[in-house]
């Protein structure tokens, strides 16, 4: 079964760095995704990501990230200035189509800010 | 999106049905009930969705009321692999971009 896949498992940067976290979306899917889960809490809504562009944002998205989709089969989220608050487990995810088609999600990075 | 309420938590004996309830009380008549769950230390993962008659798949079945005011998610027989949070989520026909949690059924299953 495809899978979506993300690297690295686990990240341990200092505060104040920049992070990459890199995810490989399913190949024939369309809309892309990145969610956090700190821990012990609910998974949460970062950005969607549509016809290279992004199509929606929380308000945790802030200047502080970025999402890119390089080169056609990465897609990445990069956090410029990491803060202790950044800690949490970010999932990425794929899907074939908006509205009733589900996601498939990734294992997730352990993201751990120093 | 619409809001769902679950129970926090549920408890079930290994190999007996269980059933997860999901209210949805101002559901819309173009919203889909998305099921998810989250197994420990795992991203989350699709179960199964609807849009008004009952739904069947490997993984589960899918029951929603005919006023679609609520829906159960049904396990026909519970394993310890089963343990996880199990997410009740509503989307737009339109689908907008986002699928949003909420804070789930924990069901803890008994051996």
């Known amino acids: 079964e495809p899978e979506v896949t993300q690297t690295p498992s686990h990240q341990v940067t200092q505060m104040g760095q920049e992070v990459i976290l890199r995810c490989v979306p399913i190949s024939n899917h369309l809309y892309f995704y990145w969610y956090r889960q700190i821990l012990g809490q609910k998974v949460e809504f970062l950005v969607s990501f549509y016809n290279n562009e992004i199509s929606e944002k929380s308000e945790i998205f802030d200047d502080q990230f970025s999402v890119e989709r390089p080169d056609g089969s990465n897609f990445t989220l990069k956090i410029r200035s990491t803060k202790l608050e950044d800690s949490a487990m970010y999932f990425c995810?794929?899907?074939?189509?908006?509205?009733?088609?589900?996601?498939?999600f990734g294992s997730g990075t352990r993201l751990t800010v120093v | 999106d619409a809001k769902t309420t679950q129970p926090n938590s549920m408890e079930s004996n290994e190999e007996e049905p269980v059933h997860l309830p999901c209210n949805h009380s101002?559901?819309?008549?173009?919203?889909?009930i998305h099921w998810y769950r989250q197994l420990p230390s795992q991203g989350p993962e699709y179960v199964i969705h609807g849009l008004t008659s009952n739904v069947n798949n490997r993984m589960a079945s899918l029951a929603i009321a005919e006023d679609r005011k609520s829906s159960t998610l049904i396990l026909h027989r519970a394993t310890l692999r089963d343990a996880a949070v199990y997410y009740c989520?509503?989307?737009?026909?339109?689908?907008?971009?986002?699928?949003?949690f909420g804070a789930g059924t924990r069901l803890f299953v008994k051996a």
């Open positions: 101002t559901i819309s008549g173009t919203d889909y």
């Open positions: 995810a794929s899907s074939a189509r908006q509205g009733s088609y589900g996601y498939t």
């Open positions: 989520i509503l989307r737009e026909e339109a689908g907008g971009f986002k699928t949003i």
